[in-house]
């Protein structure tokens, strides 16, 4: 992907997406490092792609190409590298904490934080809600979860954002940032084994220590993922659900006048716009064809979930962000067996999130420059920079 190939695509995402779901179902692209990959676009090959065994997670599976973030191997033995049946055997290891009853416990909680954030919030007439909000409330409650001291989840995010968003005039900051996360993970796990405490964190070092059920690379690559997916996903799910309805507002008053509205407005953003715009990365354990274009054992494949939400022959009107739809299928949380394990966690953040501050900003309003706000650079995902809101006029 040249640099005027990616300038485009972070412009108009979903009119590049279009224009190669359109022309066919599976495009060689070269990534902005120079790898080359295949890359699905159309809503019922990504969604077979999904749950495809042909596909692996596995990076021994990669006759080369992109392979994604370059781990040490006490990060890289994760969920989003692996296969039945080690998928299978950790997933089940925390699985249980994010049951959507489970996770309904927390609402009181980031209730409580949600209001305690806006209340600082509320001194000032404009606030950006990412860096006052959403990312705060995210990390407050992966912190409860896990049983972690805010500072810990504040370093990662810093070190994350390193990773997903590299900046362009210093090439080795993600390796920095690697190194870092994987010294800090490395004394957290010390810490908890000095003083476990009831959380989650505390479980998962049980289940390598007491029951052996997790090796020591596996352990500290399951709490990298934890945190980082933890929040990740919900402070961008707030901020993209946020924009959506800002940017509409007669929508807006619908959400803050029906409740009931706000799933309806969570799953359109997920479909609409995605944060994740691709899949995590797969290699082709075969060789394998897609109408008449060939994808070669070894290649490897990404998937556009940006692109297959909004396919016409799936969704009438793609294009359009509506609340009330009486279809619309959408992987903006996956699907098959690496369905994200967070889902009930973001999707309970973020309707707390939104209800909390429609309840008590009524007059919200967008506070950016006319072509603002500001996305993140980055291939892999449609995050905000910022996203600055007027609280009062």
């Not at 692996?82 to 998928?87: K, S, V």
Request: charged residues 25%; aromatic residues 4%; negative net charge.
């Amino acid at each position: 992907m040249t640099t005027a190939a990616m300038d485009a695509l972070l412009a108009d995402p979903h009119g590049f997406y279009a224009t190669l779901r359109e022309s066919g179902p599976a495009h060689q692209v070269t990534l902005p490092d120079g790898s080359p990959i295949w890359l699905l676009t159309r809503y019922e090959d990504v969604r077979a792609a999904l749950a495809d065994p042909r596909l692996s997670l596995d990076k021994r599976n990669s006759s080369g190409g992109w392979a994604g973030f370059s781990l040490p191997p006490r990060l890289d033995a994760n969920l989003l590298n692996m296969d039945a049946p080690d998928h299978t055997r950790i997933r089940r290891l925390v699985a249980p904490a994010f049951t959507p009853r489970r996770v309904e416990a927390l609402r009181p909680s980031i209730e409580r934080t949600a209001n305690d954030l806006l209340d600082r919030l509320a001194a000032d007439a404009e606030a950006d809600l990412l860096t006052g909000y959403a990312t705060p409330l995210s990390i407050a409650t992966i912190c409860e979860l896990l049983g972690l001291p805010d500072a810990d989840a504040d370093r990662m995010r810093a070190w994350t954002n390193t990773l997903m968003s590299p900046p362009p005039d210093d090439p080795k900051a993600p390796a920095r940032a690697v190194m870092a996360i994987e010294g800090f993970l490395v004394d957290l796990i010390r810490r908890k084994r000095a003083e476990p405490t009831d959380d989650l964190l505390t479980a998962m070092i049980t289940a390598h220590d007491a029951d052996d059920r997790l090796s020591e690379e596996e352990l500290t690559s399951l709490a990298f993922l934890t945190i980082f997916a933890g929040y990740e996903n919900s402070i961008n799910l707030i901020g993209n659900c946020v924009l959506a309805l800002l940017r509409r507002p007669q929508l807006l008053d619908d959400v803050r006048e029906d409740a009931g509205l706000r799933r309806a407005a969570i799953d359109e953003t997920l479909r609409h716009e995605p944060a994740a715009q691709l899949s995590i990365r797969r290699f082709a354990r075969e060789d394998l064809t897609y109408d008449s274009v060939a994808i070669p054992k070894g290649a490897t494949v990404l998937l556009s979930l940006a692109a297959a939400n909004r396919d016409p022959s799936v969704v009438e009107d793609p294009d359009e962000f509506r609340l009330r739809r009486p279809s619309a299928p959408h992987l903006g949380l996956g699907h098959g067996p690496h369905h994200c394990l967070g889902a009930a966690l973001a999707i309970l953040e973020t309707d707390v999130a939104v209800g909390e501050l429609l309840r008590r900003f009524p007059r919200l309003t967008l506070a950016e420059a006319p072509d603002g706000p500001a996305w993140r650079r980055s291939f892999r995902s449609r995050s905000l920079a910022t996203l600055r809101v007027a609280l009062k006029h």
